[in-house]
Structures are given as structure tokens and as C-alpha cells.
């Protein structure tokens, strides 16, 4: 219908090499699109939703921050590399229990499971990073318990967590609740140690808070939301609280880490911005400016507002993020394993924006 990839690019890009993500004649895209697209939407229902705001804050890290994560990077590629020279024999005798994976069979593991394995491992590492660094912590000194490891290496990692008194992300919440004044704030996290972590803190700091968690029966989950909406101001939760609640009466959400699977975040959003919400919704999305999730980040949502601009409603736009077999989450990883120095950090873009195209 629209011809090959180049005579698309040619109609409708306006960077013809697609690093811009800027289209032309979205009027006329759109009416061609009218012809083969049926699309059935929320504002067809005739009810009126309240307006989403949403705002990505950049945020500088500190020094030793920086050294942590570059250095973690460092480990990463390193680590991958070592890791994936053990045979399959020597593999047999890895437990991964310890990490709460699937525990592999004795017999036949094929080496690309042990990639897969070491991959899945090391990709939490990185999203524990841009989370926190009591999250970090607890993963690596689980780590020292396998044999696939530099443990030297893992315990020069460890002291340096330990070395971060308070992540920077954190003076950006404390902001945003000063700002809040009275109104009630939900903040997500993906790591279970990271709640805890703001959950001290912001007591410390006098603020009245509730954890919500997977680890909570039904009973102590509906008590920590009658408390919420009733006494508390603040609500910390991880992604089982995600999904199936109602939060209307809050209408302020700060997501302190991003999943890298954008339909997490919009799951998300979708607690408090739902039908009786009767106030704006504020979303702030806080990363570590100068990080591979920074840019990941960026890119996407230009991703979404393009297809927002050409195709519509955003939801439907969240599960095509991905191109073939090569996931958000893949990507992260695979930029990882590419060594580049600190004064060439910005290069990780160019690669960046080949492994999302």
C-alpha cells in the first residue's frame, strides 16, 4: 500500500536516514491510513477522562554515583564475556536458586541457556543500578555465592554502594513532596530493597508512608490502601501494585525507576487515571541523566509521541516499541557489552539508535 521502505521514507521522513524521528505530511499519512486502519477508541464512549502530565526529570548524579555505574558497566561486559567460556559440564554444577530463577535441569543444558541465564542476571544488575543501591547490593552479594564471577571484582562493586549515603534521586522526591504539599503522592519502584530504602528515608524525613508489595496477604494489602487513602500521604510500591487497584483519590505518581517495558509504566499510570478520577493526573518519571537509560527513555517516548501523532491513543502504541527479537530490555544489555570510555560516553547513542530502529 505504501510501497517499499525507501519510497515510504522518501513520501513521509524527514530525516531520510530515520535517526530523526520527525514525519512529513502526517495529514495526508493519516488519511491514507483511514483506508486499511478500523480503530476503536475511549473517545468514543463519550466519556470525558481527566488530562495526563507528564514530565521526565533528568537528574544529575553525584560522583561517586557515576564511578559506580561506570564501573558496574565495566563488570558487565567483562563479566558476560568470562562468564560464557564455562562448558556445560562446569555449568551443571551452577545452582541459580539463590536468585530466585528457574532452577536448570543436570542434564542437557544447552550453552545458550547458560547465555540466557548469565544475560538475565546481568541485565538485572543494570536496572538495579539506575534504582538504587541497596537493590544493587543485595543482587551482588548473591553473586559471590557463583563460581561464574570475578569475586574481587564484586566486592570492589559492593563497597562502593555502600559508599553512596543517599541516591540523588532521592532529593528530587523530596522536592516533588514539598510541592505536593497535602495531596497524596504514590511512588513506583521495580526492587523491593529499593522501598525500603525510601521507605527509611522518608520517615527520617517526617513524612507519613505505606509500603504495598507482593509479599502482603490480600487483608494487609487492603488495609495498606484503606490507610493510604485515609491517614497516609505517601504510598511506595512495587509493580504488584501495578495492577488491579483503584487509586483515584491520588492523582500524583512518581515512577523513581522505569520498567524498560513501557506497557509496565502505562499499567502504572492506569491505577490513578481511570474512570471517577476527577483531577489532572501528574506523572514524573525520574532518571539519571548520562546513563544508557536516559537515552533509552528518551527514545521511546519520541517513538510513542510519533505514533501518537500519526496512528492516536497511546496505549496502543506501547507493545510496538519492539523490533523483531531485540527487546527494550535486550537493547539496554547489548549496549553494555560495547567498551567505551567515559569521555566518549555519548557515543553509546549511535549504537542505541541502531539496536531500536
Not at 475511549?42 to 559506580?68: H, M
Not at 543500578?129 to 569475586?151: E, Q, R
Not at 521507605?199 to 490502601?225: N, Q, T, V, W
Amino acid at each position: 500500500y505504501f510501497g517499499t521502505l525507501n519510497d515510504f521514507k522518501d513520501e513521509y521522513y524527514e530525516d531520510k536516514k530515520g535517526v530523526v524521528l520527525k514525519i512529513n505530511k502526517i495529514s495526508q499519512l493519516q488519511n491514507r491510513l483511514k483506508h486499511i486502519m478500523i480503530r476503536n477508541t475511549r473517545k468514543q464512549t463519550g466519556i470525558k477522562f481527566t488530562d495526563r502530565i507528564v514530565k521526565t526529570l533528568s537528574i544529575n548524579a553525584t560522583g561517586p554515583e557515576y564511578k559506580l555505574y561506570d564501573d558496574l558497566n565495566e563488570f558487565i561486559r567483562g563479566g558476560y564475556y568470562e562468564a560464557v567460556k564455562f562448558t556445560t559440564e562446569e555449568y551443571r554444577e551452577v545452582d541459580f536458586k539463590y536468585l530466585n530463577l528457574t532452577a536448570l535441569k543436570k542434564t542437557e543444558t544447552p550453552k545458550r541457556t547458560l547465555k540466557g541465564n548469565i544475560k538475565l542476571i546481568l541485565m538485572l544488575l543494570q536496572r538495579e543500578l539506575v534504582s538504587s543501591n541497596f537493590a544493587l547490593i543485595g543482587t551482588l552479594n548473591n553473586l559471590l555465592k557463583s563460581p561464574l564471577y570475578n569475586h574481587e571484582n564484586i566486592r570492589r562493586l559492593i563497597t562502593e554502594a555502600y559508599q553512596i549515603a543517599k541516591p540523588s534521586k532521592f532529593d528530587r522526591v523530596l522536592d516533588l513532596l514539598d510541592n505536593a504539599q497535602d495531596e497524596k503522592v504514590i511512588i513506583y519502584t521495580g526492587f523491593r530493597a529499593t522501598m525500603e530504602q525510601l521507605f527509611d528515608m522518608l520517615e527520617i524525613h517526617g513524612y507519613d508512608c505505606i509500603k504495598f508489595y507482593g509479599g502482603l496477604s490480600s487483608k494487609e494489602k487492603d488495609l495498606a490502601i484503606y490507610r493510604f487513602k485515609e491517614k497516609s500521604q505517601v504510598m511506595i510500591c512495587t509493580d504488584s501494585g501495578s495492577e488491579g487497584l483503584n487509586l483515584q483519590f491520588c492523582n500524583i505518581l512518581v515512577n523513581y525507576d522505569l520498567p524498560w517495558n513501557p506497557m509496565r509504566i502505562e499499567q502504572r499510570i492506569g491505577r490513578v487515571h481511570r474512570l471517577k478520577q476527577t483531577r489532572d493526573v501528574y506523572i514524573f518519571n525520574l532518571s539519571i541523566k548520562n546513563t544508557i537509560e536516559d537515552y533509552i527513555i528518551t527514545r521511546l517516548f519520541e517513538k510513542i509521541n510519533l505514533f501518537k501523532r500519526v496512528i492516536g491513543e497511546i496505549g496502543l502504541i506501547l507493545t510496538a516499541i519492539e523490533h523483531d527479537d531485540m527487546t527494550v530490555e535486550s537493547a539496554i544489555f547489548s549496549l553494555s557489552l560495547i567498551h567505551i570510555s567515559e569521555p566518549t560516553r555519548p557515543l553509546y547513542i549511535s549504537y542505541a539508535v541502531f539496536c531500536l530502529k
